[in-house]
């Protein structure tokens, strides 16, 4: 089982969330999180005063899955959250010790 | 503005001996209908008008503190109107400071003999209820003292903010409204001497033949002067210059100035203090520089930043509004056009180039859009108030038309240049008294970690917004 996290631009959510759904992924947590990367941050000019805004709003996506879905999971949040232009995100995956339903006590693969 | 208070029972006695021809006021239920609105206008310019405008400038976490302080202040300030503000800005006293006639509206209303008295308008032989006329100027202190907060928002302790209010409020804006604005009323002049009979008893600067319609020294110039100065002592917030201290709610900033140029028309052309014609021209002189104003100050940020904000266009708004209001009721709808065009270009620069130049943290822009506002409206309204551009240039009691003498714009703007400079200093000196002895006795401002977790928790235990 791996956990991939993954960082997306706002406006790409939907589109990811069907495109996973799709393939059958199972469920997803989502958060509004901040933060910067190579496309920096942009300035806001409030009458004299002017502001550099580091941290921009992103997406971030967490989604536990079976290793057999893995590559699939990727491409397709690398094709369908991908604009060309930088800030697009990244996706982190990192193996999953154990995941376990907490209504049923099932564990492993049957919790995902 | 302008203000002659007349008792029913003893005025008429008392002018009537100097000139027997004059006719007892007569109070009319247009004009008193008026003043309703144009009181109700103005209340609703402080609260929640002028507190939605600052409250939105400022960080989420001291949202509340601008409210309340506000709100506060409003009400402080309405109470001490009612106590012995009125009294000693409008009745007479000496050139610099009223009486105690009026002292907890005593004499305005008699109920043994179901008596009302009234308070002269700038109209012979027209006349308002007091109590509105009170009301109206009440409202008038309110907002001055409010409008101060903005400069030292953000950090200062709310029991120094009301003490030094009590203080500057007595003896910062009172005599400064009775200086410009307090007269005796014009149904006693009929002659050179009753003229000079009536101007004897009026305010020092009022004598002096300053025009103020409707506050630009008394108002904006006072306040603005007065929030310098408490930018100054308290000194900045911390962090500024390096973190982020950008607006938390434009949206909240948009409604507030808009319930402000609306609310601006009770202010300004409620100033006429009747329904009459001199009411419409200085309400379309609101309406048309304030807009030229919006337009000016957008096109120059959109020139020389790049882009055209939503908070530009407020200010330019705002900085129209402050810089119409001496001469609203003076000059003609093309002088305040040009008036509203220069005022967003020099507010503008009064917010960019001078506020650098000043490096003091004037958290909203208080001396940069009021006091320069100000000081340039007060300025140019002894320019456009002349006859040669279309104003009305000087009202003659004495034959009841235009002066005949020829209005010289070169000696009114040196009048006007004096009452300007009269409130700088005046204002100066109190508000730094002031201030020196609340930071003495109370503290003028929060602990730094206080004012690092925002004012809203630490001061008032309550936040603004619950995610």
Not at chain 2, 122 to 141: D, H, L, M, R, Y
Not at chain 2, 157 to 163: G, K, Q, S, Y
Not at chain 2, 166 to 184: K, Q, S
Request: hydrophobic letters at 55%; one cysteine or more; charged letters at 15%.
């Amino acid at each position: 089982m791996k956990m991939i996290t993954a960082i997306i631009k706002p406006f790409k959510l939907d589109e990811v969330r069907e495109a996973l759904a799709e393939l059958n992924v199972q469920g997803l947590t989502v958060t509004e999180v901040k933060g910067f990367g190579r496309q920096k941050g942009h300035t806001e000019l409030y009458r004299g005063a002017e502001y550099v805004v580091d941290f921009l709003p992103k997406i971030k996506i967490e989604a536990a899955v079976d290793d057999a879905l893995l590559d699939q999971v990727i491409d397709t949040i690398q094709t369908v959250a991908r604009t060309g232009k930088i800030g697009d995100g990244k996706i982190f995956v990192s193996d999953l010790a154990q995941v376990i339903r907490i209504r049923t006590g099932e564990t492993g693969n049957a919790a995902l | 503005m302008n203000r002659a208070i007349i008792t029913m029972l003893t005025a008429v006695l008392a002018f009537g001996a100097v000139a027997p021809a004059a006719a007892a006021p007569v109070v009319n239920k247009g004009d008193t209908a008026w003043m309703f609105v144009a009181t109700l206008l103005v209340i609703m310019m402080s609260i929640p008008g002028l507190a939605l405008f600052y409250g939105g400038l400022v960080r989420a976490k001291n949202m509340l503190s601008v409210l309340l302080q506000i709100f506060m202040i409003f009400s402080v300030v309405i109470v001490l109107w009612c106590m012995y503000g009125y009294s000693l800005a409008f009745t007479g006293g000496n050139a610099f400071i009223g009486g105690f006639d009026r002292v907890l509206l005593n004499g305005i209303w008699d109920p043994a003999t179901a008596a009302f008295s009234s308070a002269a308008t700038f109209s012979k032989g027209v006349a308002i209820p007091e109590f509105i006329f009170a009301a109206f100027q009440g409202t008038f202190a309110a907002i001055t003292c409010g409008l101060i907060v903005g400069a030292f928002a953000e950090r200062a302790r709310f029991a120094a903010v009301l003490a030094f209010v009590v203080l500057w409020f007595t003896f910062g804006y009172l005599p400064i409204a009775h200086m410009v604005w307090f007269w005796p009323g014009p149904d006693a002049i009929t002659d050179a001497a009753s003229l000079a009979a009536a101007t004897g008893q009026a305010g020092w600067l009022w004598q002096q033949g300053a025009l103020d319609f409707a506050g630009g020294t008394v108002v904006h110039i006072n306040a603005a002067v007065a929030g310098l100065v408490g930018a100054y002592v308290i000194g900045k917030r911390v962090g500024y210059g390096r973190e982020s201290m950008a607006p938390h709610s434009l949206t909240m900033t948009m409604i507030g100035a808009s319930l402000l140029w609306v609310g601006w028309f009770g202010f300004n052309a409620g100033s006429a203090l009747e329904a009459n014609d001199v009411a419409p021209l200085a309400f379309i002189n609101t309406l048309l520089a304030t807009a030229a104003a919006a337009v000016s100050w957008l096109a120059g940020e959109w020139i020389v930043k790049g882009k055209p904000s939503m908070l530009g266009a407020v200010s330019g708004a705002v900085s129209g509004l402050v810089a119409i209001t001496p001469g609203c009721g003076f000059v003609a709808p093309m002088g305040a056009l040009v008036m509203g065009l220069l005022a967003g270009m020099v507010c503008l620069w009064g917010v960019n180039g001078l506020k650098r130049l000043l490096g003091v943290d004037d958290s909203l822009d208080v001396f940069g859009v009021h006091g320069v506002g100000g000081i340039f409206g007060a300025l140019l309204t002894g320019v456009f108030a002349a006859p040669q551009l279309g104003g009305q240039g000087i009202f003659d009691y004495v034959s009841n038309k235009m002066s005949a003498d020829p209005y010289s714009i070169g000696k009114q703007l040196l009048v006007q240049a004096e009452a300007v400079g009269v409130t700088i200093v005046w204002s100066v000196v109190v508000a730094f008294i002031a201030y020196k002895l609340v930071d003495a006795v109370i503290g003028l401002r929060v602990p730094q970690d206080e004012e690092r977790e925002g004012l809203d928790i630490t001061s008032h235990g309550e936040s603004a917004y619950h995610s």
